[in-house]
């Protein structure tokens, strides 16, 4: 099955300073990643995708993520955190399934706090 | 354009009951997938619905079970409670084909606690 690992349970940063969340994924093919964000008490957030294409994906509220086939890594980025960037961060793959559909396997995912 | 909703947001149940929650995918999506979220074991895939069937589930077992209207509207339903199933229940909505079934909504949640 289609996996992906976020090695970090926190990741602490300061306001200003630019913040990396990792994750790595194990596939079979080419894989369909994604990173979502959940604020406490609410849904998960959408930030942004990669399907194929440009190995860097710019997505919302200026985060970015970097595909490396080599590393099999898709750390998601910002130049200069916020403090309202302090959530939890969850990196999915989709797993294709029968009857052309599909379902999101997501990492444990990462707390992100960022100081002010 | 109206998100997803999913009622009620928070329900307290005991061992041994049954309960029902709904979701209301945005409008014109006919996919609504369903996924548990606990501390421990994370986000997990219970199923998923297009047009009215079922049409991939994860691995849960059969006291698990859903159903989805013509309207696109989706219930899931747990039977005989048990503590375990104490989590936030998120439901996502998506075309469900095409290149933007690749983009899920999700719901704010309903948090069930099983006492």
């Known amino acids: 099955a289609q996996s992906v690992a976020q090695p970090e349970d926190q990741v602490n940063v300061a306001e200003g300073n630019p913040l990396t969340v990792k994750c790595t994924y194990s596939v079979s093919g080419n894989p369909y990643l994604f990173w979502y964000v959940q604020y406490p008490n609410r849904g998960l957030q959408f930030l942004l995708k990669?399907?194929?294409?440009?190995?860097l994906v710019k997505g919302s509220y200026g985060f970015e993520a970097e595909f490396n086939k080599s590393q099999t890594s898709f750390h998601l980025k910002k130049p200069s955190a916020l403090v309202s960037d302090s959530a939890l961060y969850f990196c999915?793959?989709?797993?294709?399934?029968?009857?052309?559909?599909?379902?999101?396997?997501f990492g444990k995912g990462t707390s992100l706090l960022v100081t002010p | 354009k109206a998100g997803v909703t999913q009622t009620p947001r928070y329900l307290i149940k005991t061992r041994g009951q049954q309960v029902t929650l709904s979701c209301s995918p945005i409008s014109g999506h006919r996919s609504v997938s369903w996924y548990q979220q606990t501390p421990g074991q994370g986000l997990q895939f219970l199923f998923e619905y297009f047009s009215e069937t079922q049409r991939n589930k994860g691995n849960f077992p059969g006291r698990f079970s859903g159903r989805q209207f013509s309207n696109s509207r989706s219930e899931m339903n747990v039977s005989t409670l048990e503590l375990g199933d104490s989590a936030l229940y998120l439901c996502?909505?998506?075309?469900?084909?095409?290149?933007?079934?690749?983009?899920?909504?999700f719901g704010p949640g309903t948090r069930l606690t099983v006492l």
């Open positions: 999915a793959v989709r797993d294709d399934r029968g009857n052309s559909g599909y379902a999101l396997n």
């Open positions: 990669y399907l194929t294409g440009d190995n």
């Open positions: 996502a909505s998506s075309t469900g084909q095409g290149a933007s079934y690749n983009e899920q909504f």
